[in-house]
């Protein structure tokens, strides 16, 4: 695999300044998805779809660490840094994780309009060792063009430096730059069998791939945790080996989950009609649908949410936590305390809840 350079923390400050531009405009455009999403151009929520996926630099907002109390007991590390702890800050660029940007894990896919076409790319974070690591593929909210995936880099890097091999993917999040019905819950399928076929090389373990999903994201990773279907036989253009691209674990992290809280008019855009014109389409991404089916997945799931976020409130997570538990599904809710949409990505509670649920004790 091809690897890039690490981003450097010379242009600190601008870079900075760019992703926080490009931060809030993420959260706006999921606030708008939660509610009612008319059509619109490519050119207006994100870049061109010509645009290689990657090409936007972006980063979680640092904040302070959160005093909130989890519901579950989680495993602090004494040496884990101080937050706030971003990209430009020296004390993350130190820990001892190796990074790989830019890696394409499909062909060129359709992704936008007149014929536009894109490639699916995503990170690894990986560090030195001769054990063998959990693994966590993370997917970013939306919906906007692919390309955002940075801004997880922070969480990412720091889970990895907990001990486990980490990637940040992209994905088509919406019918606008080629995402939809199949496409958007293939492109995610095909990251988890990319991440299968290339986690040993990293020193993680195959057998084990957990999926972490930030705000909009959610609504695809719950689908393709609980769906007993494997989109990526849905991903012709999927660079990964055959392979599983279901996820063993669930991890929500400031996300939403089902139809409740998705607009009606992007979802029948998403879905490519009304629930009358395309049945299967609906039943096939309804969570209510998928955990009453029979022999439905049953991946144990960790949902965070915190308690300053209005765009994926507790109560979000408390009613998808309700769901999967009437199916039998093992869930805990994490209350993350004055946490935002963003903010939450880079508080204390959420990495050592996050390395807890994983088993990631040090490498």
């Known amino acids: 695999m091809s690897a890039n350079h690490p981003v450097r923390a010379s242009n600190a400050s601008q870079r900075v300044y760019l992703r926080r531009i490009a931060l809030l405009l993420v959260t706006a455009l999921v606030i708008g ?70 890696i394409p894990f499909t062909s060129p896919v359709a992704c936008g309009a007149d ?18 690591l959990p693994v966590v593929v993370m997917i970013p909210g939306g919906p906007v063009a692919p390309g ?46 990319f991440a299968r076929g290339n986690a040993a090389a990293l020193g993680g373990d195959p057998s084990h791939i ?10 695809p990773g719950s689908v393709t945790s609980l769906s007993t279907h494997d989109f990526s036989v849905d991903a012709p253009e999927c660079q990964a080996a055959a392979a599983d691209g279901r996820p063993d674990a669930f991890v929500g992290v400031g996300a939403i989950y089902g139809f409740d ?22 039943d096939g991404t309804d969570i209510t649908v998928l955990v009453a089916s029979k022999g439905h997945p049953s991946p144990p799931v960790r949902l965070l949410a915190g ?35 963003d903010s939450i990505l880079t508080k204390q509670l959420t990495l050592d809840t996050i390395a807890t649920f994983l088993g990631a004790t040090g490498y």
């Not at 894109?118 to 060792?129: G, K, M, Y």
């Not at 980490?166 to 069998?193: E, H, K, L, M, N």
């Not at 972490?212 to 994201?217: E, I, K, P, R, V």
Request: charged share 15%.
């Open 148 to 193: 955002i995936r940075e801004y997880l880099w922070t969480l990412a890097r720091l889970v990895a430096w907990r001990g486990a091999v980490v990637f940040t993917a992209d994905y088509r999040s919406g019918p606008q730059w080629g995402g939809g019905y199949p496409q958007t819950f293939a492109d995610v399928a095909c990251a988890i069998a």
């Open 261 to 282: 809280h998705i607009g009606a008019d992007f979802l029948k855009q998403m879905l490519g009609g009304t629930r009358d014109e395309v049945p299967e389409a609906w």
């Open 210 to 219: 957990t999926l972490l999903a930030h705000s909009f994201g959610g609504f």
């Open 115 to 132: 014929g536009a076409t894109c490639i699916l790319r995503l990170d690894s974070f990986a560090p030195p060792t001769a054990k063998r």
């Open 33 to 102: 998805a939660c509610t009612s999403l008319p059509p619109q151009t490519p050119q207006t929520r994100g870049p061109a779809p010509s645009q290689t996926a990657g090409s936007i630099q972006t980063a979680a907002l640092p904040t302070e660490p959160s005093a909130a109390i989890p519901t579950e007991a989680v495993s602090p590390t004494p040496a884990v840094p101080v937050f706030p702890c971003g990209e430009p800050d020296p004390t993350c660029e130190s820990l001892v994780v190796t990074t790989q940007q830019g």
């Open 307 to 341: 308690t300053s976020d209005p765009v994926a409130p507790i109560t979000t997570a408390a009613e998808f936590a309700s769901i999967l538990r009437s199916a039998g599904i093992d869930v805990t809710v994490t209350s993350v305390d004055g946490a935002t949409h």
